[in-house]
């Protein structure tokens, strides 16, 4: 099984200040790595697929990087909609997710 | 628009069955897997497996390989996730979310069904 680890675990940020959030998968999966946001007593939502790629109606501040090991997704200056819970999930094989990563508005 | 609506809450014993229904509409249902996953109070999301509404093949997760079997049926347009041998840890919400093929990302998600195990 293709473990994905998240990092930090959790975040504390001012609103306007840039985010970086870290995945690194236990062996390669090529770009099968997508971001997804989750806030709370909702359903997880798709922010980016394939590790770069843009969703429609999501926000461009949101963006993608990374194949192989290792993806980012960065949150460009920080609005206060945007505290929630952030995970990745690799389909290269079966399916896992990160534990995610939990982003507060200071 | 695409909706994918779940079945209510529901309250099991230890060692019974859950069967959850998700019912597909505003798209082909067959020409798009459906994933299961679930998230236990507080916790983090946890894959369990996908089924092919047209061919009906499966792929489970290997923790929940034995207790876990995922059908559908086209004329309604719904899949169904059943988990056997329930005990408290399999307490949590269960989403189903659709994805267009092997490798591709969720894109549309059902709203959720909590399921209590508790004696």
């Known amino acids: 099984e293709i473990v994905l680890t998240q990092s930090p675990d959790f975040q504390s940020v001012t609103p306007k200040e840039k985010v970086t959030i870290t995945c690194r998968a236990s062996?390669?999966?090529?770009?099968?790595l997508h971001w997804y946001q989750q806030k709370p007593d909702q359903s997880p939502k798709l922010l980016i697929k394939y590790a770069s790629q843009s969703i429609s109606g999501v926000p461009s501040r949101f963006s993608g990087s990374g194949s192989g090991t290792d993806f980012t997704l960065t949150i460009n200056s920080l609005e206060a909609e945007d505290a929630a819970t952030y995970y990745c999930h690799q389909s290269s094989s079966l399916g896992t997710f990160g534990q995610g990563t939990k982003v507060e508005i200071k | 628009q695409v909706q994918l609506v779940q079945s209510g809450a529901e309250v099991k014993k230890p060692g019974a069955s859950v069967k959850v229904s998700c019912k597909a509409s505003g798209y082909t249902f067959t020409s798009y897997d459906i994933n299961w996953v679930r998230q236990a109070t507080g916790q983090g999301l946890e894959w369990m497996g996908w089924?092919?509404?047209?061919?009906?093949?499966?792929g489970y997760a290997q923790k929940f390989q034995g207790r876990v079997t995922m059908t559908r049926n086209t004329s309604i347009s719904t899949a169904y996730m059943e988990l056997s041998s329930l005990r408290s840890e399999d307490t949590a919400v269960y989403y189903c979310?659709?994805?267009?093929?092997?490798?591709?990302?969720?894109?549309?998600w059902g709203q959720g069904t909590l399921v209590t195990v508790s004696s």
């Open positions: 089924m092919n509404p047209n061919s009906g093949n499966t």
């Open positions: 979310a659709r994805i267009h093929d092997r490798g591709a990302p969720h894109d549309y």
């Open positions: 062996q390669s999966i090529g770009s099968s």
